[in-house]
């Protein structure tokens, strides 16, 4: 069964399990782009690699996926494969992964892409979607763009789903739900789990400003 979230009447999505909202008040691309992306050096960072491989702590709506593979999309100097790995203990319906990337959204390019990306992330959800169904516990393999893309969806908590998985990441995405609604994906057993993913030059982005996380991250 997919996970309810609730639309307020200014069309932001929330979730009644941790009694938070799904994206920045910016907005969901504007917070991919401008947090993640820039934050994890992108697309700069995959520019001439082979593979380039993303592992991120909260899948939500899918925003930070479809944001990267847009990035990726509209870059000449894309690297040849993009791996994103994402966990997600209780994945939404089909339905709103469409309604997400509906959203108004004020955000027009990466840094260094002058391409747009929110009319790309409307186009790219509607092939997620078509891929999505209602996934089952465990990993789930999605392949987009004839096989260069490929989504790795772990369904499950956190840390059990960190234990499974073997990727090694270029770059970390830590966007789960505020510590405070969802203290288990910033705790300190939590980032030293996603740590043993890390290798050198790996770099990680979170929105969070909470001083327990950075305490642990640094």
Not at 28 to 47: D, E, I, K, S, Y
Not at 72 to 91: G, K, M, N, T
Not at 130 to 153: E, I, N, R, Y
Request: net charge negative; with cysteine.
């Amino acid at each position: 069964m997919s996970e309810p979230v609730v639309w307020a009447g200014d069309g932001s999505p929330h979730s009644p399990r941790f009694n938070d909202r799904y994206r920045s008040r910016s907005g969901a691309v504007a917070q991919a782009t401008t947090v993640f992306l820039a934050g994890c050096g992108l697309p700069g960072r995959w520019r001439g690699a082979a593979e380039f491989t993303v592992l991120e702590a909260g899948f939500g709506l899918g925003i930070n996926f479809l944001t990267t593979w847009a990035a990726w999309e509209v870059d000449e100097q894309r690297c040849e494969r993009l791996h994103f790995v994402s966990i997600e203990a209780y994945p939404v319906a089909t339905a709103d992964i469409v309604r997400g990337a509906l959203a108004p959204d004020e955000a027009a390019a990466t840094p260094d892409s002058p391409a747009p990306l929110p009319g790309r992330v409307k186009v790219l959800a509607q092939q997620l979607a078509g891929a999505w169904g209602v996934p089952s516990p465990g990993l789930h393999h999605l392949h987009f763009a004839d096989g260069a893309v490929q989504l790795t969806l772990a369904v499950g908590e956190v840390q059990p789903m960190l234990e499974r998985l073997a990727c090694v990441a270029d770059a970390v995405y830590l966007d789960g739900f505020s510590p405070a609604r969802n203290p288990d994906m910033w705790s300190p057993a939590t980032l030293q789990a996603l740590a043993r993913h890390c290798g050198p030059g790996t770099t990680l982005a979170t929105y969070t400003v909470a001083h327990s996380v950075r305490e642990v991250l640094q």
